[in-house]
């Protein structure tokens, strides 16, 4: 049975500091994160996984997509779809590792993703700090995975950094970028389910509260200036899920704003100007989740920001912008 932790220890952390890859995240802190995970760490550029960091035998070693090295995309399973590589070798090659990543089919949710991000902690005045970006949910083994009938993911994961009564508010963030990312397998149902799922099998606080601690501990340790200690779970609220959609935008004088097509899978009232209603609606199986008085609820943050017009997301504290349109549950 495997043993869930999320995070890595001081002799990791001092070796890495001591690196070849530290030099290049303190040099690329701005389009660079790192992510923490069961014993290992994830390098992300564009919230792609650049470097999978082990630390075995007192040595570093680092694990990429063979695609960041020679642009030739492989098919699942291929024996050389990964590379080993030295942390030198990682330092060395990043401008090709760059242009690779920048050059993959478009991904602009991505992309925003990890500017938000690290726009909010680059930002000394903005209410929260981000902690971890692209969170999986572990399980002890496959059979508990089945059993949940979840894929608990979250894309952002942020703590606010002023305390209300000693305890650190948690946000659960989404992203979605544009009206084709609302619908289909990884659409707002989906994620929905998801939330909602992780939400009533108390997944926070039998797990993810614990993690939390794991990381920020780690961060720590790694060098990364953390704004606030956070020691103990028992200083953590219950989460607050967030659904943020960028691009806001219609595509066409009659067509809809992301927004619009989202009331459509979310209600079954028409509401926020909505066109089209789904067949299927998240308010079928889970009621109105902008309602506070309903088992599960979300707060819904809708911005313009695009890359078309700005060639950046400008937006610079992840929650409380005023660039955003706010939903809260009432």
């Known amino acids: 049975m495997k043993n ?20 290049l995240y303190e040099k690329h802190k701005d389009e660079l994160i790192i992510g923490v995970r069961n014993n290992y760490l994830n390098l992300y550029y564009n919230c792609d996984s650049i470097a999978k960091i082990k630390y075995t035998h007192q040595k570093l070693t680092c694990e ?25 070798e990682i330092k060395s ?35 929260w ?53 609302i619908g289909g397998k990884s659409g707002i149902y989906k994620h929905v389910h ?19 601690i794991d990381i920020f501990t780690s961060l720590k340790n790694l060098g990364i200036k953390v704004p606030f200690e956070l020691d103990s779970k028992d200083n953590l609220l219950e989460p607050e899920f967030f659904f943020i959609t960028l691009d806001n935008n219609k595509n066409s004088d009659n ?6 097509t989202m009331s459509g899978y979310l209600f079954e009232d028409g509401r926020w100007e909505c066109k089209k209603i789904s067949t299927k609606t998240v308010e079928s199986e889970f009621g109105d989740i902008t309602d506070k008085s309903n088992n599960f609820n979300a707060t819904f943050l809708f911005s313009t920001e695009n890359f078309v017009d700005n060639n950046e997301i400008t937006i610079a504290d992840i929650i409380d912008c005023d660039k955003y349109e706010r939903i809260e549950p009432s």
């Open 64 to 88: 990429i997509d063979t695609y960041y090295i020679d642009g030739i995309s492989r098919k699942q399973g291929d024996k050389d779809k990964i590379s080993k590589l030295s942390p030198e």
């Open 129 to 181: 700090f981000c902690i971890d970006i692209e969170y999986v949910k572990a399980f002890k083994n496959k059979a508990e995975k089945e059993e949940s009938k979840l894929s608990a993911r979250f894309d952002i994961i942020a703590i606010s950094t002023k305390p209300i009564n000693n305890k650190y508010r948690v946000a659960l963030i989404e992203l979605k970028y544009g009206s084709g990312s």
């Open 4 to 23: 869930i932790t999320r995070g890595i220890t001081e002799e990791f952390a001092k070796a890495f500091k001591k690196s070849e890859l530290y030099e």
């Open 255 to 260: 067509g809809s704003t992301p927004k619009q």
């Open 194 to 212: 998801d939330f909602s799922k992780f939400s009533e099998k108390c997944y926070f606080e039998s797990q993810l509260q614990r993690e939390i």
């Open 93 to 127: 090659k990043y401008s090709v590792i760059k242009d690779k990543s920048d050059n993959k089919k478009s991904n602009h949710e991505k992309k925003a993703q990890a500017q938000l991000y690290i726009n909010n902690n680059s930002n000394q005045d903005s209410n």
